[in-house]
């Protein structure tokens, strides 16, 4: 059996302050205080910073984190072999996704995996921004990225095409670019960071300099400006291929798109032990999301 100041320092972790970890474990918080001194005195190094505010590891907190979550998690699978209920997708299941992306590709089909997991709780966050997995407590992200840090597990689950759009009202109003210099002259319409465009194109990479005619922090405000008319912006095949077959949007200089080398990733931290319910969920995305992926249909 684990030493029970280890799963005590994971509640720590997992519950953000010593008092949420106190009432999991129904214990006061000057408990939880003296037994995770004690833990560090144990191991000579001091494993989590301490503030008013908020605590947050250190560096061999974390690497010690990493390791007690895969004795725990190898503690749990050796008690459900035991007990008969090894690989059964069980408990609270923690997922970030970029916004948009998890608005129209992940949300609509919760219900199937829940139905086909019904042990399972899910949390589901949405951020265009990168969440750190250890200290967010996230099992399981959707990165829409060219790489993947190799610290974490990567499963991709399908490319990311990204093409030059614009409303019918907008080039009508301003005419259809014609060449790639022709962008100089056009409103473009990006998100925070996104800008300059790099393109692939007929004589290999391109890149597209400019500022945003609008300013701002969320992609999905590109999007609605797009399609207001507002001009001309670099999308994901994923969040507009609806409405290009509507005919809200149109594709401009077709020979051009975003570097092919951007990828929809499914990703864990690394781990002794990958928890039931992380597998089930990559596996139900996979085929969500199989060759070829709706959106490119």
Request: charged share 20%.
């Amino acid at each position: 059996m684990a030493d029970p100041d280890y799963a005590l320092f994971a509640e720590v972790i997992a519950g953000g302050s010593l008092s949420a970890a106190g009432r999991k474990l129904g214990i006061s918080p000057a408990m939880v205080s003296k037994r995770l001194a004690r833990l560090e005195r144990r191991l000579g190094t001091q494993l989590i910073h301490r503030s008013t505010r908020r605590l947050s590891l250190t560096d061999a907190g974390e690497a010690f984190h990493r390791d007690i979550l895969a004795i725990l998690a190898a503690i749990a699978a050796a008690e459900a072999r035991v007990s008969g209920q090894e690989g059964a997708p069980t408990g609270t299941l923690r997922v970030s996704a970029p916004t948009s992306f998890g608005r129209l590709h992940i949300a609509p089909h919760l219900a199937g995996f829940l139905a086909a997991h019904p042990a399972v709780r899910l949390r589901i966050d949405l951020s265009d921004g990168f969440a750190d997995l250890v200290a967010d407590r996230i099992d399981l992200a959707i990165r829409i990225a060219p790489a993947i840090d190799a610290s974490l597990v990567a499963h991709r689950l399908g490319s990311s095409r990204r093409i030059l759009c614009a409303s019918p009202a907008y080039l009508a109003a301003h005419g259809s670019p014609a060449r790639l210099a022709d962008l100089a002259r056009h409103r473009l319409i990006a998100a925070d960071g996104q800008l300059p465009w790099r393109l692939d194109g007929p004589a290999g990479p391109v890149q597209v300099t400019g500022e945003s005619k609008v300013a701002t922090n969320s992609s999905e405000v590109v999007r609605e400006l797009t399609l207001a008319g507002a001009g001309i912006a670099l999308r994901s095949l994923w969040d507009v291929a609806r409405d290009m077959a509507d005919g809200r949007l149109v594709r401009v200089l077709s020979d051009y798109e975003g570097s092919a080398d951007v990828g929809i990733f499914a990703v864990h931290p690394r781990g002794a032990l990958v928890p039931a319910s992380v597998r089930a969920f990559v596996a139900y995305l996979a085929t969500l999301y199989s060759p070829p992926a709706p959106w490119e249909v």
